[in-house]
Every structure is written in structure tokens, then in C-alpha cells.
């Protein structure tokens, strides 16, 4: 089955250090990738929808500045949490889909990051 | 307006027994998919089954199948048989043909939680 693969599962940093996390798909070339964050016991809440080759949509309400992303290739995907604060520290969980997959093509999870920002 | 309504927090259930979790969602779509995942206390997002809207029959994987209600605009999880490796939370989730680059509109979850 497709894999995820997410690096690091857990930080802890000091605040004002900038944090990168990666997202890769180990054997499957994803066209697009999604960055999600998630509070505990809670949802998860979608951040920014990566393509490979362009700018990152991003929602409502998430700082482009503050969570940067960057999708260089069909099968990387990244996003630095830049100068971090304690109120980014989260769970924060990528998925990819499949490029051309069909519709009912489930998104493939990584196994998230735990960023604890002291 | 909340796409995906999950209206049960939390869950108990005995070991072997049946439980069903309730999803109903919302869209004026035509066409749109269904998903349900598990997420573990370890963090990971677990693929366990998908309803298509014009697929006639529920959905069926191992232990879990899919009561799909087209009209009551309702996809309720049943798992059967449960294991205490079941307890875990669980999301419904849709994503519709709209959306061309495959975003999923997530439930708020349902945590169970499964008794020896």
C-alpha cells in the first residue's frame, strides 16, 4: 500500500527556532500533499494544500509567513514552522493523494509530528 | 456550515461485541466519497473504508462495513466483533467532487474505547 513517510516525529525546541518538518511519499508520486495540525482530543483542522511545482494554498485564518511550505518534488513536501512560539506547539499530520488517482483514492497519512516549543 | 457531523465524543463498548458510529454530512454534490479513518494514541491516520455516493452497496472491509443512507445523508461505521485494539478515535470524512485537488472535510471524532 502507498506510505507516508513524516521526519521528525517529535521536536522540542526553544522559542524563536524555526522547525522543519518533511513529508515524503516513498512509493507513490503524490501530485498534491496536505499539511494538517491537530489539538489534542480534537479534529484535524486542514492548514495548507501543497502542489508540486506551485504556491501553497493555504486557509483561512493560517499565517503564509508563519508555516511555510514547500513542494519541490512529486514525492517531498515541507513545512517550517518559522521563529516557533509555545502557541504552535501541536500535532501536526501530512497526507498525500495519489497523482490521477481515482476519486475514492484515500489520502495517505504520515505519521505526524508532536512540536513541543518551550 | 459543519460538512461532517459527528455527534458521539465518546464510546464504550464490551470486547466482542458490535458498535456503530454516527456520521451524517452535508453537500448539494452529486457526486462525493465517503472515508473513514482511525487514529491510534500514537497519532497515525488509519485508512478503514470508503462509500462512493452512486455505490448501491455498503461497504464492507474485514470487520468493518459502512451503513450508508443515502437520503438521510448518513454513513454510520459499524465495527464488529471488537478487539481491544480497536479502541482508538475515529473520523468520518468527505470529500467532494468540487473539490478538484482531493481536500477531505473532516468529523469532530468519536473516541472508543473498548472494555476486556
Known amino acids: 500500500g502507498a506510505v507516508v513517510s513524516q521526519h521528525p516525529s517529535r521536536v522540542i525546541c526553544k522559542s524563536g527556532t524555526s522547525v522543519k518538518i518533511e513529508c515524503r511519499s516513498l512509493?507513490?508520486?503524490?501530485?498534491?500533499m496536505f499539511w494538517y495540525r491537530q489539538f489534542p482530543k480534537q479534529s484535524l483542522m486542514l492548514m495548507a494544500t501543497?502542489?508540486?511545482?506551485?504556491?501553497?494554498?493555504?486557509e483561512q485564518g493560517v499565517e503564509k509567513d508563519k508555516f511555510l511550505i514547500n513542494h519541490a518534488s512529486l514525492t517531498l513536501s515541507t513545512l517550517t514552522v518559522t521563529s516557533a512560539h509555545p502557541e504552535d506547539s501541536s500535532f501536526y499530520i501530512c497526507s498525500a493523494s495519489l497523482q490521477g488517482g481515482r476519486e475514492g483514492q484515500p489520502q495517505h497519512f504520515g505519521d505526524g509530528t508532536r512540536l513541543s516549543i518551550l | 456550515a459543519q460538512k461532517i457531523t459527528q455527534t458521539q465524543p465518546g464510546m464504550f463498548v464490551q470486547e466482542k461485541e458490535a458498535v456503530t458510529l454516527d456520521c451524517t454530512y452535508d453537500t448539494s454534490d452529486q457526486s462525493y466519497g465517503l472515508f473513514w479513518y482511525k487514529q491510534p494514541s500514537s497519532g497515525e491516520m488509519i485508512f478503514l473504508i470508503y462509500?462512493?455516493?452512486?455505490?448501491?452497496q455498503n461497504a464492507t472491509e474485514g470487520r468493518y462495513s459502512l451503513n450508508f443512507q443515502k437520503a438521510r445523508k448518513s454513513a454510520n461505521l459499524v465495527i464488529s466483533a471488537s478487539q481491544l485494539g480497536d479502541s482508538a478515535m475515529y473520523f468520518c470524512?468527505?470529500?467532494?467532487?468540487?473539490?478538484?485537488?482531493?481536500?477531505?472535510?473532516f468529523g469532530a471524532g468519536t473516541t472508543v474505547t473498548v472494555r476486556a
Open positions: 501543497s502542489n508540486e511545482g506551485s504556491k501553497a494554498t493555504y
Open positions: 470524512a468527505m470529500r467532494e467532487r468540487a473539490s478538484n485537488d482531493y481536500k477531505l472535510s
Open positions: 512509493d507513490f508520486q503524490a501530485t498534491t
Open positions: 462509500q462512493g455516493s452512486y455505490d448501491e
